[in-house]
Nanobody, 123 residues
Framework: QVRVVESGGGLVQAGGSLRLSCVAS????????MGWFRQAPGNEREFVAG???????NYADSVKGRFTISRDNARNTVALQMNSLKPEDTAVYYC?????????????????WGQGTQVTVSS
């Protein structure tokens, strides 16, 4: 079993920055992927950014150039640095982890999910 815990959400003005962190504990395996997704009210959960242990990194077009995902292998931790935030970035952000070869940018590509952390960007 793998436990995923996010932290770092909050309220920020448009143009500001936030940093989210995620720790995955348990038997994740030597090959794994971790990703960030978000879900706004009334919308489906959507991919934001992801990386795998093969150093592949993927971003949604809507966040390219503004968000950066990074990892710390020793602690199964990933961070999401979010800069130049916009009101449309407001959502609950979820971290996910997985040890399969399913797509990195799909909700159904992950077995383990955190509880989510709220990010609110005011205009």
């Amino acid at each position: 079993q793998v436990r995923v815990v996010e932290s770092g959400g909050g309220l920020v003005q448009a143009g500001g920055s936030l940093r989210l962190s995620c720790v995955a504990s348990g038997r994740l395996g030597s090959w794994y992927k971790m990703g960030w997704f978000r879900q706004a009210p009334g919308n489906e959960r959507e991919f934001v950014a992801g990386l795998n242990s093969g150093r592949i990194i993927n971003y949604a077009d809507s966040v390219k150039g503004r968000f950066t995902i990074s990892r710390d292998n020793a602690r199964n931790t990933v961070a999401l640095q979010m800069n130049s935030l916009k009101p449309e970035d407001t959502a609950v952000y979820y971290c996910a982890a997985d040890s399969t070869w399913r797509p990195i940018n799909k909700v159904d590509g992950y077995d383990y999910w955190g509880q989510g952390t709220q990010v609110t960007v005011s205009s």
